[in-house]
C-alpha cells in the first residue's frame, strides 16, 4: 500500500523553525518526484516546494530562503525545513507523491497526499 505520513508539525512564534518529515511506504521516494503542499484555514490548496528524482529542489516564492526540501534516500523520508516562520505560515501541511507545480488536479492530489501535520504560528 502506498502511504505517506506527516509529523513534526506544532505551535511556534513568529521568527521560529520547524522541521516536517514525511515517511513513505509501498514505493521509493528516489523514484517519484516528492512535494509539499499546504492548506491555511478558509484557503485553497498551495504548492510549497518540490524534489526531482535528479534531486533537483523547486520553492514558491514566498517561502524561498526560508524553507528547505530535503530528501533521506536511506529512511525513505522528505523532510521540509523551515525558518522565520510567519503567521502567515499558519496552515496543514501535506506531503505528497507527485509534482504540483502549476495547475493540478485536485483529485490526484488527494490520492496521493497523507493526513497532513498542523503548523500555527501564534505569539
Known amino acids: 500500500e502506498v502511504q505517506v505520513v506527516e509529523s513534526g508539525g506544532g505551535m511556534v512564534q513568529p521568527g521560529g523553525t520547524l522541521r516536517l518529515s514525511c515517511l513513505a511506504s509501498g514505493f521509493r521516494v528516489t523514484e517519484f518526484p516528492m512535494s509539499w503542499v499546504r492548506q491555511a484555514p478558509g484557503r485553497g490548496l498551495e504548492w510549497l516546494s518540490t524534489?526531482?528524482?535528479?534531486?533537483?529542489?523547486y520553492y514558491l516564492d514566498s517561502v524561498k530562503g526560508r524553507f528547505t526540501i530535503s530528501r533521506d534516500d536511506a529512511k525513505n523520508t522528505i523532510s521540509l525545513y523551515m525558518t522565520n516562520l510567519e503567521f502567515e505560515d499558519t496552515a496543514l501541511y501535506y506531503c505528497?507523491?507527485?509534482?504540483?507545480?502549476?495547475?493540478?488536479?485536485?483529485?490526484?492530489?488527494?490520492?496521493?497526499r497523507g493526513q497532513g501535520t498542523q503548523v500555527t504560528v501564534s505569539s
Open positions: 505528497a507523491r507527485g509534482d504540483y507545480r502549476g495547475n493540478f488536479a485536485p483529485q490526484i492530489f488527494e490520492r496521493n
Open positions: 524534489i526531482k528524482t535528479s534531486g533537483n529542489t
